[in-house]
């Protein structure tokens, strides 16, 4: 059972265009949603979260929006440039984290 | 400050044989995690544990899957009698001691491959 559901599953956008990754999830224990990075070859890394609380969170060029009573929450990266091409992961947990559920992944290919 | 190391990054093992991966947490995290990947999908949960405990095993195969994390030393997943099926990156997170921060940090994964 896919406790995090992710969309689209790839991605192109031109440079300086905005990218939109799409989550939803059913557990309403879930009370921490991080987004990760990753780089072929690499590990993921942490690139913005949000608790439930609060309905967006920008950090830079990233945006978190949060929508709980529809459950789902999306990422939306402003001027998108082509180092930002990388697979990008939503995730969920509960109580401290100390599991994570991840969304199946979105390839983001940022064409120059 | 070194990150999550783990080693070896590749490991090439045949159907039968033992894999043992090694995770070192950054320093001062006492918290190690295990997740799987396969091919084109995301991260799955296998492992929790602290210095010498077991918190969540609940991804974890209940048949020739374990992992420890000794007072002394990296943790360790051990996977005996591989099988094809076992070929994926396992990847090994660590966080700060409950309460300091909420942030999970990966090593850069072993890539493992059954012949």
């Known amino acids: 059972q896919q406790q995090v559901k992710q969309s689209p599953q790839s991605l192109i956008v031109q440079k300086g265009g905005i990218s939109i990754i799409n989550c939803a999830y059913e557990?309403?224990?879930?009370?921490?949603f991080p987004w990760y990075q990753q780089f072929p070859g690499k590990g993921p890394a942490l690139l913005i979260a949000?608790?439930?609380?609060?309905s967006e969170k920008k950090e830079g060029r990233f945006t978190i929006s949060f929508n709980k009573s529809a459950k789902q929450f999306s990422l939306h990266i402003m001027d998108s440039q082509p180092g930002d091409s990388a697979t990008y992961f939503c995730?969920?947990?509960?109580?401290?984290?100390?599991?994570?559920?991840f969304g199946s992944g979105t390839k983001l290919n940022v064409k120059p | 400050n070194a990150g999550v190391m783990q080693n070896p990054r590749h490991l090439v093992r045949r159907r039968g044989q033992e894999a043992r991966l090694r995770c070192s947490p950054m320093?001062?995290?006492?918290?190690v995690y295990w997740y799987r990947q396969l091919p084109e999908e995301g991260l799955k949960f296998m492992v929790y544990?602290?210095?010498?405990?077991?918190?969540?095993e609940s991804g974890m195969p209940k048949e020739r899957f374990s992992a420890e994390f000794p007072k002394e030393g990296p943790s360790i997943l051990r996977i005996q009698q591989v099988v094809r099926g076992d070929s994926a990156a396992y990847f090994c997170?660590?966080?700060?001691?409950?309460?300091?921060?909420?942030?999970?940090?990966f090593g850069s994964g072993t890539q493992l491959s059954v012949l």
């Open positions: 557990n309403t224990a879930f009370d921490y």
């Open positions: 320093k001062g995290h006492s918290h």
């Open positions: 544990l602290q210095k010498e405990n077991i918190i969540d």
């Open positions: 995730a969920a947990s509960r109580n401290n984290f100390n599991k994570f559920y």
């Open positions: 949000i608790r439930p609380d609060v």
């Open positions: 997170a660590s966080s700060p001691p409950e309460g300091l921060d909420e942030k999970l940090f």
